[in-house]
């Protein structure tokens, strides 16, 4: 049994932040524990615009505080998303978040993350591999 808070992650390698400076990700659960899925919990900063694709991943994500303007770009359908919103990118759909408070966001990513990852220029978290036999 694992039990961690997002207290016990601060100041490691769990908490990241974005290169574009649009979020801030702690990563509670990661490849490195082998469950099959890793879980986050994401800020993304008001003002900001994030396109994202997530080509290698399945994500789901519960919107626990804030507002943001969804948008599909495959098809240009706008969702707006609120506490207690999930949405599900199960046919790895290109999307835009533009977030008009600071917003918070419950995610899981199958398969999961390593904890090293950002989005690169076409808005993908490349497919990485965990190489520790650690659990931490």
């Known amino acids: 049994m694992i039990v961690r808070s997002f207290k016990d992650i601060e100041g490691t390698d769990r908490v990241v932040k974005s290169k574009s400076g649009t979020w801030e990700s702690r990563r509670i659960v990661l490849a490195r524990e082998r469950v099959g899925f890793s879980l986050h919990e994401t800020t993304v900063y008001a003002g900001?615009?994030?396109?994202?694709?997530?080509?290698?991943?399945?994500?789901?994500?519960?919107?626990?505080?804030?507002e943001s303007e969804l948008t599909n770009e495959e098809t240009g359908e706008k969702h707006w998303i609120t506490p207690g919103t999930m949405y599900l990118l199960d046919g790895n759909e290109r999307h835009t978040l533009r977030p008009k408070t600071d917003s918070r966001y419950i995610c899981v990513f199958n398969p999961p993350m390593?904890?090293?990852?950002?989005?690169?220029?076409?808005g993908t978290y490349p497919l990485l591999t965990e190489v520790e036999d650690t659990v931490a």
């Open 48 to 66: 900001t615009e994030t396109f994202m694709w997530y080509a290698n991943h399945v994500e789901a994500v519960l919107c626990v505080e804030g």
């Open 114 to 122: 390593t904890g090293r990852e950002d989005h690169d220029e076409n």
